[in-house]
């Protein structure tokens, strides 16, 4: 058998008998190493989505050896049933009674987002599924500016627009501010636009911001919109007695996304949509294939969730979580999220006694999320300003450049609004200690130090 060594050792075979294709020929970068087998260490502090539990691996590997698909009760029924209950939970935490909710788990927090526009344009305007667009008048979605971008790609793709999509200004802080909803909300029906969905934000991307739900409710209700809460991010703090009281409100939503791959440490990918009409997810999407849901069947046809769904087959990603459940329960969860908190504080708690590194904003994360800049020797003594700022904006992407070659530790960045490239931390994996938090500012600092 001929193989090649590709850096970090890994090997991989390259003898195919009737393979043109010469990928397994190629000695790869230890950046792509990096990716292949670091993205589970607790110093890379990177992706919303980190870590590897081990249970959640078994659930994953004994998914994989079932092969089977979740789109009919007769080829996986036990994972029908085993998603009925998990969802059912998922319900219940959200406050939500057992006469109402359904769900789905989807192939991400950008789908699930797809599916809450798709629903609430089906709520309101059920010849669409049918007629198309040209049938429905303009319609207008309102969203956070700090929110995540796939709630435009939702209204790019559903042929609602991305100009429909009227981004809410936000404080200082990350979260949508009500009364510029509400004037935004005025001013769509005076250019003749139909209103009809708000997407508010429990955990923000970069600033880790949940947005004022029970104002944002009291808003929803008073005009008759649908909304939706994206709680891909911090819908895991549900799990947690001391951090859930910053998703009241959630109650009241009409959907919500929420992401176990995230903070609950899920491999990926596990995400869900939650959905408070029971049966609604059915009827927007059903068109009733003859081939794969005939009415006949010997058993209650209401397990085939297939036409739920916009997919056909759909892979089994409950599994993996309810193996999880059962091995941690409610009490394992919270505290490995209490854990990623405490991280963010300790950062945070560093970075504000320091003269090197400069945060985004003064007050304390709600979220796992920690913005800061670093200051080299040659930034400390410029003053606030174009030329200040010109060079800062250069420093992340040059540290991340290094840190990606080394392969020890990996932080993300970004620009945001007005300010200049910033270090966004995230803590998602609870196995990171307190002195992997040091040695990744000790490692920005050496990199950055000659900058």
Request: glycine share 8%; charged share 20%; hydrophobic share 40%.
């Amino acid at each position: 058998m001929e193989s090649k060594q590709v850096y970090g050792s890994f090997f991989f075979c390259t003898h195919f008998d009737d393979c043109s294709c010469n990928l397994f020929q190629y000695k790869f970068h230890p950046l792509l190493v990096f990716t292949l087998y670091k993205l589970g260490h607790p110093r890379f502090f990177n992706q919303l989505s980190s870590g590897l539990d081990i249970i959640g691996l078994a659930g994953e590997w004994l998914t994989s050896t079932a092969n089977t698909n979740m789109f009919t009760y007769e080829i996986s029924p036990v994972f029908i049933l085993m998603e009925e209950v998990v969802l059912r939970k998922m319900m219940d935490m959200l406050g939500w009674s057992n006469e109402e909710g359904d769900g789905i788990f989807c192939p991400g927090g950008t789908v699930s987002n797809l599916y809450s526009v798709l629903l609430a344009r089906y709520h309101f305007f059920p010849e669409v599924k049918s007629r198309g667009m040209s049938a429905i008048p303009r319609l207008a979605m309102f969203t956070s500016s700090h929110s995540h971008y796939s709630i435009q790609k939702s209204a790019a793709v559903l042929g609602i627009g991305t100009e429909n999509v009227l981004l809410v200004k936000c404080d200082e802080r990350g979260k949508m501010i009500p009364g510029e909803l509400e004037s935004s909300i005025a001013s769509a029906k005076d250019r003749g636009l139909y209103p009809f969905y708000v997407s508010a934000t429990a955990g923000t991307t970069v600033y880790g911001a949940f947005d004022p739900l029970n104002d944002i409710a009291d808003i929803c209700e008073r005009h008759g919109l649908w909304m939706h809460v994206d709680a891909a991010w911090g819908g895991g703090l549900l799990m947690s007695k001391r951090h859930r009281v910053k998703l009241q409100g959630i109650d009241r939503s009409s959907s919500v996304t929420w992401n176990p791959h995230k903070m609950m440490g899920v491999p990926l990918q596990c995400a869900t949509l939650l959905v408070r009409k029971k049966g609604f997810l059915q009827e927007c999407n059903q068109l009733c294939a003859e081939y794969l849901f005939q009415p006949d069947k010997h058993y209650d046809t209401s397990y085939d969730t297939g036409d739920k769904t916009i997919q056909c087959g759909r892979h089994v990603d409950v599994f993996k979580l309810w193996l999880m459940w059962k091995a941690k329960g409610m009490e394992g969860f919270e505290s490995q999220i209490n854990k990623c908190l405490e991280n963010a504080e300790y950062l945070f708690d560093k970075l504000k006694n320091r003269t090197d590194f400069l945060l985004v904003f003064e007050s304390k994360p709600e979220h796992s999320n920690v913005c800061f800049w670093y200051l080299p020797h040659s930034l400390r003594n410029l003053p606030p300003g174009c030329e200040r700022d010109k060079k800062l904006h250069a420093v992340a992407p040059k540290i991340k450049a290094k840190m990606m070659e080394e392969g020890l530790t990996m932080i993300g960045y970004q620009p945001l609004g007005n300010k200049v490239n910033f270090f966004r931390c995230v803590f998602s994996n609870s196995a990171t200690q307190r002195e992997d938090v040091d040695f990744l500012l000790d490692e920005i600092v050496r990199l950055g130090h000659d900058l």
